[in-house]
């Protein structure tokens, strides 16, 4: 069964960083694409960035473009998230999840996403 772990989430303050880790396991890794989401407290989970198999595709939110960075390191079997220039509507539970298999294209709905993690709290203070 697919296990995913989310880690490195915590408290920072307004325009600092944190990188948070989605560790999988019980499962191909390499050719799925990975997508990290975030729920706030009375709102619905959303897209925040994804990256294709092989890493040559990436995608981002509006919200956190030019601020966000996901990476992936297929020999740690491990998907990473660097949150740069932190804003306090970045304040929420991040999720790590498996999409689609063997496509170059990065899916931004949730349905896409079959495994997920127990999530990880980041909370931005300003």
């Known amino acids: 069964q697919e296990q995913l772990v989310e880690l490195g989430g915590g408290l920072a303050q307004a325009g600092g960083s944190l990188r948070l880790s989605c560790v999988a396991s019980?499962?191909?890794?390499?050719?799925?694409?990975f997508g990290w989401f975030r729920q706030a407290p009375g709102k619905e989970r959303e897209f925040v960035a994804g990256i294709s198999w092989n890493g040559g595709r990436t995608s981002y939110a509006d919200s956190v473009a030019g601020r966000f960075t996901i990476t992936r390191d297929n020999g740690k079997f491990t998907v990473f998230l660097l949150m740069d220039s932190l804003k306090p509507e970045d304040t929420a539970i991040y999720y790590c999840?498996?999409?689609?298999?063997?496509?170059?294209?990065?899916?931004?709905?949730?349905?896409?996403?079959?495994?997920w993690g127990q999530g990880t709290q980041v909370t931005v203070s300003s």
């Open positions: 999840g498996r999409g689609p298999y063997g496509v170059d294209s990065i899916g931004r709905q949730e349905y896409e996403y079959v495994y």
């Open positions: 019980g499962g191909s890794f390499s050719m799925y694409a």
